[in-house]
């Protein structure tokens, strides 16, 4: 019989599609890696599973322990179901800007969330960092992934993202494209296709407006969810990226709309702007071109938002409903 014997070893393996209508003007194969068939919904059940591992293996996690960990929702899903499964309580602190049906599913899975502003400095008392650091202090057992620092969350995707890319296009892909929030799933993904090709594949960072790995010399708010810094994470290496691609709110909701409507892909907005950022990447790249956009979420966690002309218009994005209409619901 074919069966898992819990959710969490239904993690990775997750297949790739071609982009058909969305990528007719570049000659170049696209490749979309659908991470959201992951069974928490996203990327970061991979990182989950491997960070909470090794810490059970190095002795900083113990039965009974708490996890406590500052995330913008994705985290949080993937470390709440390795973490039912395993025996422990886990805790998410997560900025205001995610979207409330983010926060209730983490509730769904039995976490607790703690939310705080998110136009705070990191260092500031009351962001999220902050609030997470004083918690892991004050509850005994209690252990804090840090997925900005802990090497085991881009190790997670150099052996498992990079391999089944590698595979699944029996090693023809010639550009891997990711956006970048910690930097884990570039930089694992990334180093392992280097390695692998003998520095053959470009990688391809995609980053929206205003975070400080295309412009640091302009930071400033915007509204794609999971993807963008204003500090660089020890987990992500600047020196990896070929070329990073900045993509506004504008043009990453646009494309998150077309994949849903044209492609049959509903994601995240962070996906839109992978979309959007390959796109323009492989502009200049020949028909022989293979490139693979990793999509890190779906896009139910986003009806409210990326597919809400209301929240659009009120987030100063209306020309997104123009630009990628949805079919009027009064017709
Ligand atoms: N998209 C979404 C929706 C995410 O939650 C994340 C993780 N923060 C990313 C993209 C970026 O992945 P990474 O942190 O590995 O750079």
Redesign the pocket.
């Known amino acids: 019989m074919a069966f898992a014997s819990n959710a969490t070893e239904l993690i990775g393996g997750t297949p790739l599609v071609r982009l058909n209508r969305v990528a007719v003007d570049v000659p170049a194969t696209v490749l979309a890696k659908l991470e959201y068939l992951n069974p928490g919904g996203?990327?970061?059940d991979r990182?989950a599973a491997r960070m909470v591992e090794a810490a059970e293996a190095d002795g900083s996690l113990r039965p009974g322990g708490t996890i406590v960990e500052p995330t913008?929702?994705?985290?949080g899903v993937g470390l709440a179901l390795v973490a039912q499964q395993r025996g422990y309580r886990a805790i998410f602190v997560l900025p205001d800007k995610v979207s409330r049906d983010k926060i209730r599913v983490l509730g769904a899975y039995g976490a607790q969330v703690v939310v705080t502003p998110a136009d705070v400095a990191p260092d500031d008392p009351r962001s999220y960092y902050s609030v997470a650091d004083r918690l892991v202090e004050g509850i005994p057992g209690a252990w804090q992934p840090n997925?900005y620092a802990n090497p085991n969350?881009p190790a997670s995707?150099y052996a498992t993202t990079g391999p089944e890319i590698w595979a699944a296009t029996e090693g023809r892909i010639t550009h891997f494209i990711?956006?970048?929030?910690?930097?884990?799933?570039?930089t694992g993904t990334g180093h392992y296709l280097k390695e692998v090709s003998g520095g053959r594949v470009q990688v391809i960072g995609v980053d929206p407006a205003g975070s400080i790995y295309s412009d640091p010399n302009d930071v400033h708010g915007y509204a794609v969810?999971?993807?963008g810094e204003d500090f660089y994470p020890e987990v992500?290496d600047r020196d990896l990226p070929d070329r990073i691609e900045q993509v506004d709110d504008h043009d990453a909701f646009v494309m998150t709309r077309r994949l849903a409507c044209e492609e049959g892909l509903l994601v995240?907005g962070?996906?839109g702007m992978a979309v959007q950022g390959a796109l323009r990447a492989l502009a200049d790249a020949g028909p022989d071109a293979l490139a693979v956009v990793l999509l890190?979420?779906g896009g139910r966690g986003y009806i409210g938002t990326v597919f809400d002309d209301d929240w659009l218009t009120a987030h100063g994005l209306a020309s997104v409903t123009e630009d990628a209409p949805l079919p009027d619901d009064t017709a």
């Open positions: 996203s990327s970061k990182i913008s929702g994705n985290t997925q969350a995707h990711a956006g970048i929030g910690t930097g884990g799933t570039i969810e999971g993807v992500y995240g962070s996906s890190p979420d």
